[in-house]
C-alpha cells in the first residue's frame, strides 16, 4: 500500500546524458512536488504542480522539466546531466485545501558520473 | 519569499533526556508549521503540526509550541530514545498557498544509549 512511490530508487549515469524519474501517488492528492536533497541534507522545492497544472517553479535550470500527466502522476525530466545534480530527489504530495501535511517518497538517490 | 531559520544544526543528548529544536521565521502570513522526521535513506514523515490559531501542541512525548509574535516555533521531544535519532526539519507554509512549504536546514538528533 505503498503511498507516494519513485522509480528508480537509485539512478548512475554520466554527464551528458538524459534521464527520468518518476512519481506516482494513490492518496487521491491533488498537489505533487519535486525537492532536491543535496549532501548536506538540505531540502529545496523545485517544482509544485496542482491539477497538472504548475504553480510553483522555483530558480531551477530549465535542463529540469516536470511534466503531470495527470493528477496522480509528477514525472521528471533532467537533460544534459552535470555532476552537480547529484543529490536525492524526493516526491511528494498533499491535498491544497484540508489536512496540508506533504507525503514524501523514498526518494531517488541520483549519481552522475 | 519565506526565510526559515533552524537551530541547532546538530544535537546530541543521551538517552532519556529531552531534545529541543528553534525555528524561526520571516513572513508573518506563514499559518501552518509542520515537523518532518527523516530517517537514514527514507523520506521525511510529519510527526506533528500546529496552526497559527494555537499556541501549543502535544503527541505523546513530542510537543510543538508557537509564538507568532516573535515568529518562531520550537519542537519539544521528552524522554528521548535511540529511535528518536533522525534528521529533523522544520517548516513554514502558508494554507492557501496549494501547500509551499520553505524548510529549515535541518537538525541531526543523536540520542545515544
Known amino acids: 500500500d505503498t503511498a507516494v512511490s519513485q522509480t528508480p530508487k537509485y539512478l548512475v549515469t554520466q554527464m551528458g546524458n538524459d534521464k527520468s524519474i518518476k512519481c506516482e501517488q494513490n492518496l487521491g492528492h491533488d498537489t505533487m512536488y519535486w525537492y532536491k536533497q543535496d549532501s548536506k541534507k538540505f531540502l529545496k522545492i523545485m517544482f509544485s504542480y496542482n491539477n497538472k497544472e504548475l504553480i510553483i517553479n522555483e530558480t531551477v535550470p530549465n535542463r529540469f522539466s516536470p511534466k503531470s500527466p495527470d493528477k496522480a502522476h509528477l514525472n521528471l525530466h533532467i537533460n544534459s546531466l552535470e555532476l552537480g545534480d547529484s543529490a536525492v530527489y524526493f516526491c511528494a504530495s498533499s491535498q491544497a485545501k484540508g489536512n496540508y501535511e506533504q507525503y514524501f517518497g523514498p526518494g531517488t538517490r541520483l549519481t552522475v558520473t | 519569499g519565506e526565510n526559515v531559520e533552524q537551530h541547532p544544526s546538530t544535537l546530541s543528548v543521551q538517552e532519556g533526556d529531552s531534545a529541543v529544536i528553534k525555528c524561526t521565521y520571516s513572513?508573518?502570513?506563514?499559518?501552518?508549521f509542520p515537523w518532518y522526521k527523516q530517517e537514514l535513506g527514507k523520506g521525511p514523515q510529519l510527526i506533528i503540526d500546529?496552526?497559527?490559531?494555537?499556541g501549543e501542541k502535544k503527541d505523546q512525548r513530542i510537543a510543538v509550541t508557537l509564538n507568532k509574535t516573535a515568529k518562531h516555533f520550537s519542537l519539544h521531544i521528552t524522554e528521548t530514545q535511540p529511535e528518536d535519532s533522525a534528521v529533523y526539519f522544520c517548516a513554514a507554509s502558508i494554507m492557501t498557498n496549494a501547500g509551499k512549504s520553505t524548510f529549515g536546514d535541518g537538525t541531526t538528533l543523536t540520542v545515544k544509549p
Open positions: 513572513d508573518s502570513a506563514s499559518n501552518y
Open positions: 500546529i496552526r497559527s490559531n494555537v
